[in-house]
């Protein structure tokens, strides 16, 4: 069975700083993994997904993502937070007909 | 433009009081989705469907029942079996299959009961 571990619920960076954000997959069958956004009351937006092409994916908003088949890791980066960014962020695998998520990041911006 | 729309965003119930939430897609999509989100568990999932007149249990569809008797169509209801009702809903389609494109979501529902 497929699922998928996201490490640090909150994690916070400053205004201009690398953001990186952390997600571990475990899948017995070559895996299909995505990152979507979330901002208050709101529902997902996707940002990147990775289905087997290059490996280094990229997404919307400057973000992107590399997958790692030897660490089974997926990590989210930025090179640069802006206010903006703030807001959860959820790692997600393709199952069989379903889709998993992690359980979320929560990402502070701090000025 | 294309979307998933989900209706109502706020809905207050009383205990014991069955709601259904309605979600609505012009996706085209075969596959339908509804999701539970709880501070810090993520999106866990109630109910999904690949196809018309078809639909599975997901990981926790106790208190939960759904229909899809159209493509486009996929509600929700919440019944008074459910124990902690109080909860953000979120209804997704994708294209279905073994296609493996992404989830598209609607702006979700937030159900309190009081």
């Known amino acids: 069975a497929q699922s998928v571990t996201q490490l640090g619920s909150h994690v916070s960076v400053s205004e201009g700083a690398l953001v990186l954000l952390r997600c571990n997959y475990s899948s017995s069958v070559p895996p299909y993994l995505f990152w979507y956004v979330q901002y208050p009351n709101q529902g997902l937006q996707l940002l990147l997904k990775?289905?087997?092409?290059?490996?280094l994916v990229k997404g919307i908003n400057g973000f992107e993502a590399e997958f790692k088949k030897s660490e089974t890791s997926f990590h989210l980066t930025k090179p640069s937070a802006h206010m903006s960014d703030a807001a959860e962020y959820f790692c997600?695998?393709?199952?069989?007909?379903?889709?998993?998520f992690g359980t979320g990041t929560r990402l502070k911006v701090l000025a | 433009d294309g979307g998933i729309t989900q209706s109502p965003k706020y809905l207050f119930r009383k205990e014991g009081q069955n709601v259904t939430l309605s979600c609505e897609q012009n996706?085209?999509?075969?596959?339908m989705y509804w999701y539970r989100q709880d501070p810090g568990q993520g999106l866990r999932l109630i109910y999904y469907s690949q196809i018309v007149n078809d639909f599975q249990k997901g990981d926790i569809a106790e208190g939960y029942s759904v229909s899809r008797e159209k493509k486009e169509s996929f509600p929700l209801t919440v019944t008074s079996a459910q124990k902690n009702p109080t909860a953000f809903y979120l209804c997704a389609s994708s294209i279905g299959g073994e296609n493996t494109g992404e989830l598209f979501f609607g702006e979700g529902s937030r159900l309190t009961v009081l």
């Open positions: 997600a695998v393709r199952g069989t007909y379903k889709y998993i």
């Open positions: 996706l085209n999509h075969d596959a």
């Open positions: 990775y289905t087997s092409a290059a490996t």
